[in-house]
């Protein structure tokens, strides 16, 4: 006759199974989130009548904000801050993004409340570096 009953061991909850299903999911949540950068500037430009000119696609365009900060943009989804504000080396950048092609058109779009020292500083530079077609952006003016 046996007087010992059978010992059990105790309970035990296995966590490693959990954690795998865990981190799966951690890994599976990373993997298929996507990050966007946006990075576009918000400008409020100046308004002002006058004939509405188009440029072709391969011209450049020189951003000025509301600080003063210049940013050059070849296409629309492209912008490269200058971060030395110096003229000599916003005219450089302007030199090599130019290249050989004088003829490439520069849109200079300065939001609505950047100083004017900063527009004619970009102005001032980009006669420098020896753009010839030379325009400014606005806006067409509210209708009343």
């Known amino acids: 006759m046996n007087f010992h009953p059978n010992k059990r061991p105790p309970l035990e909850i296995n966590l490693t199974p959990m954690i795998d299903v865990v981190f799966l999911l951690l890994i599976f949540f990373m993997v298929s989130t996507t990050f966007t950068r946006e990075t576009g500037l918000n400008l409020d430009l100046p308004e002002a009548k006058g004939d509405v000119t188009t440029t072709d696609s391969a011209g450049i365009t020189l951003l000025i ?20 504000p110096r003229i000599t080396t916003l ?30 500083k970009a102005l001032d530079t980009a006669s420098q570096a020896g753009f010839k077609r030379i325009a400014f952006a606005t806006k067409e003016p509210k209708k009343i």
Not at 65 to 84: H, L, M, P, R, W
Not at 93 to 104: A, K, S
């Open 65 to 84: 904000d509301a600080k003063g900060k210049y940013f050059i943009s070849t296409t629309e989804n492209t912008k490269a801050q200058i971060v030395d």
């Open 91 to 120: 005219r450089n950048e302007l030199i090599t993004v130019m290249g050989n092609r004088p003829e490439t058109p520069l849109v200079i779009s300065a939001d609505n409340k950047t100083p004017h020292q900063f527009v004619i």
